[in-house]
């Protein structure tokens, strides 16, 4: 693998990575000086964890008091005697906070929101994200100043010149960046102007893994050109599967082959199938109290989860004393035990949906991947890793792991990502497009049958509503910066009221290729967002109508920047025959009542 190149920027700037996990998170860093080779790190010191030097994850959890202010968080949340403290001071466990921000159509069967450990009372998920994100970076400045040989110097040089790469599953899209930006602005990374807006960057872990494996080595044996791979990064939460094919060597660029997927399958949902399972064992038993089960809950989680590897060998769950016993359900001497195939369950349904989509990812990629490479915290779990290798031996894949911390991986491979941009194209994970009027054709059946919805434009033009104009498909493989635009058209019987314009940019979701109609599927169509634009510099070209009355139309593009890692939005027009451009705001579902 080739080295980092020299910096090529004229001052020195700080790269930061957050990797904010369902479970677990983590920091990584670069400082960049003009001519200098980068060197990647990890922050591998938090407070709480001094006895734990060079590991570099902490706890995604936080304790609030009853007024709403900030307790602790990260390891200082987990350490020995917290509970006590927190039953103490009634202070309230925030954990599995990001999994409240995840997309609602993202396996909402798996995952119900209500299931989720709640956020404080008066607390929304930014208001968590944000302190955690504020802790984090708290802990890096900290971590920094004490590491570096004149660290405080050096933080005073850069304070004001960060870069910040936030990680997100696959499977979220722009309202969630703008969250996850939102967060950034609350916790006070970044000011909240267009300047500090755009030192805000976003990854997709998958992407993120996949420079991890390069950039450690991992991937040397299969950087070839042509060669491809899949890399399976495994966490808390989510599982985010995506392939890629490494066009060039020299220098090393990589294409997405197939659409990123996302599932809700991470070692989360192990715990949650074990509690249900604990639950209905001790429904009858004196141990059967929500006491008793969050004590086996935490040993299960911190030991008897990570080591399982065999559904031959018993399992077992330690609490209470010496004292504790019923026979009935396995509890002797304060231990329960569990049959391995009672453990096995409880990981099967996450193996089952990651070999599916292994297989779904495969058959869709645009050329053949032999090696899958395993990341992410849960990819420890060395009954996971041995099935899904035995799984994927049978469909002709070898799989690679690393050896250590599978933990740093997105948050390493994000400062990476900022340092090199890899990827250099990426599939379209579904439609986009808006919905517009279409000009009534009585020779088409399906207007015909849509007469009853027409409706008459100041041009005397009757149009049919509910039409949808794709402007990029699913599956189409977009260049980094590459464009893809429609033109439309406006008349307005009022000059001024052209000035301006909204145009809401819709997903279709569902299985046609050529979708048209939006009454025919109102389910599979979901407003992305909004792009807000000022179009008072587009011309505006007076018409008289057949009626004779006098109206004005406008001619422009709507334009998107869809290859990079957040969507983008431009409105294009013509003036005296030349291209002429404005910026679009493009604004959220729910953030969308602010503006007006």
Known sequence: MTSLQKYQGDVRKLVVAIDVGTTYSGVAYAVLDPG???????????????NMAGDSKIPSILYYRRDGTMHSAGAEAAQP?????????????????????????????????????????????????????????????????????????????????????????????????????????????????????????????????????????????????GQNVMIVDAGGGT??????????????????????????????????????FLHELLKDSAYGNEEDIKAMMDYFDKSTKPIFKDKKEPAYIKFGSMKCNDPKVNIRRGQLMLTGTDMESFFMSALTSIVATVQSQRQAASSPISTVFLVGGFAASPWLYANLQRELETLGLSLCRPDTHTNKAVAEGGVSFYLEHFVSARIIKMTYGTIIGTELNLMDPEHRA????????????????????????????????????????????????????????TCYRGSKRDPRWVDVEPECFTTLCTVFADTSKVIKAPRIASNGARHYVQVFDIVLMCGLTELQAQIRWKENGEEKRGPAKIVYEDNIERLH
């Open 36 to 50: 200098v080779v980068p060197n990647i790190q990890g922050v591998k010191r938090f407070p709480g964890q001094e």
């Open 239 to 276: 599982v985010d599967i995506s392939s890629y094919s490494f066009t060039s060597t020299s220098p090393l660029t990589v294409e997405e082959i197939a659409s990123a997927d996302c599932i809700m399958q991470g070692s989360t949902r192990v715990n949650v199938r074990a509690e249900n």
């Open 450 to 505: 849509r007469m009853h919805k027409r409706l008459v434009r100041p041009s005397g033009r009757i149009m049919l509503p509910d039409y949808f104009s794709a402007i990029l498909t699913k599956g189409t493989r977009v260049q980094g910066n590459e464009e893809k635009s429609e033109s439309y058209m406006k008349e307005a019987r009022e000059v001024k009221t052209l000035d301006t314009m909204s145009a809401e940019i």
């Open 81 to 225: 005697g917290m509970e006590l403290e927190a039953e103490d001071e009634d202070l309230q466990l925030v954990s599995w906070f990001k999994l409240h921000l995840r997309p609602e159509r993202l396996d909402s069967g798996e995952i119900k929101r209500s299931e989720l450990p709640p956020l404080p009372e008066g607390k929304t998920v930014l208001d968590v994200f944000a302190d955690f994100l504020r802790y984090l970076f708290a802990c890096t400045k900290r971590y920094m100043c004490q590491t570096h040989a004149s660290g405080e110097s050096l933080w005073s040089s850069v304070h004001d010149r960060i870069e910040f790469v936030l990680s997100h599953p696959n499977g979220w899209e722009g309202l969630q960046q703008g969250k996850m930006r939102q967060a950034a602005v609350m916790a006070g990374l970044i000011p909240d102007t267009l300047e500090g807006h755009e030192r805000v960057h976003f990854v997709t872990e998958g992407e993120a893994s996949l420079h991890y494996c390069i950039r450690s080595g991992l991937a040397t044996d299969v950087i070839a050109d």
